[in-house]
């Protein structure tokens, strides 16, 4: 099965440096999402429940705010990410830029007998 944008014979091709910088952006976006919801739930007091909540059950909160804050970071439009992708978009290069391609084969330094 062949990826789109793939040449046959060579691996997927490599995301553009606007991708991989959306990319980042994004998993910066949900952590600081998984901060927050951290912080919302340690200011709520545990004390006066009937059960203590267990290590499990810690555990397992603590992996639900990590999904919900990647949920929130994928499904923002114009949160903390896009910004971030602005500002820091303008210094990549133009992505209709022609990409220089390494020498070909048998170029460069000739031994001729």
Not at 93 to 113: F, I, L, Q
């Amino acid at each position: 099965m062949s990826s789109i944008g793939a040449v046959p014979g060579q691996g997927p091709t490599p995301p553009s440096a606007r991708d991989r910088l959306e990319q980042q952006a994004q998993a910066l976006e949900s952590v600081f999402y998984a901060q927050l919801f951290q912080a919302m739930r340690q200011s709520v007091p545990s004390e006066g429940g009937l059960l203590a909540q267990s290590t499990g059950e810690q555990m397992f909160t603590g992996m639900l705010d990590e999904q919900v804050a990647r949920f929130a970071a994928e499904r923002s439009d114009s949160g903390l990410a896009a910004a971030m992708t602005k500002q820091l978009g303008r210094n990549l290069p133009p992505e209709d830029a022609a990409v220089t391609a390494a020498p070909a084969a048998g170029s460069g330094n000739v031994r001729r007998g």
